[in-house]
């Protein structure tokens, strides 16, 4: 399954799933968040039967963003029944990303 971009009305639907969701919250500007994406691109691809993926771009949703808490970008959290389990800030690889989704899941 592809990498759903969520705006406000596609991240409450997504919280409304049975399925865990796996948010990315970037900006187009940060070349880290570039520098991680194709790592992301490929949890997308791994996870894709097991929790929704999605990327909000916090210059577009920033009051989103504000919402969720988010100061530092990338921030990638997981979701579960609508509430947020557990994050991680700037992950450096796509293993540091698959340690924190097995983390975050046994939550």
Same mark, same amino acid.
């Given at each position: 399954?592809?990498? *759903?971009?969520?705006?406000?009305?596609?991240f409450?639907?997504?919280?409304k799933?049975?399925?865990?969701?796996?948010?990315? +919250?970037?900006?187009?500007?940060?070349s880290y968040?570039?520098?991680? @994406?194709?790592?992301?691109?490929?949890?997308?691809?791994?996870?894709?039967?097991?929790? *929704? !993926? @999605?990327?909000v771009?916090i210059?577009?949703n920033?009051?989103?963003?504000?919402?969720?808490?988010?100061? !530092?970008?990338p921030?990638? !959290?997981?979701?579960?029944n @609508?509430?947020?389990?557990?994050?991680?800030v700037?992950?450096?690889?796509?293993?540091?990303?698959?340690? +924190?989704?097995?983390?975050?899941?046994g939550?």
């Amino acid at each position: 399954m592809a990498i *759903i971009n969520m705006d406000r009305i596609q991240f409450e639907k997504s919280m409304k799933e049975e399925k865990p969701v796996l948010v990315d +919250f970037w900006a187009p500007w940060c070349s880290y968040c570039r520098r991680i @994406g194709p790592a992301y691109d490929k949890i997308a691809e791994e996870y894709a039967d097991t929790f *929704i !993926v @999605g990327k909000v771009n916090i210059d577009e949703n920033s009051q989103l963003a504000e919402e969720e808490e988010i100061e !530092v970008i990338p921030t990638l !959290v997981l979701y579960r029944n @609508g509430k947020a389990v557990d994050s991680i800030v700037a992950p450096d690889s796509k293993a540091a990303i698959d340690r +924190f989704i097995q983390a975050a899941l046994g939550k």
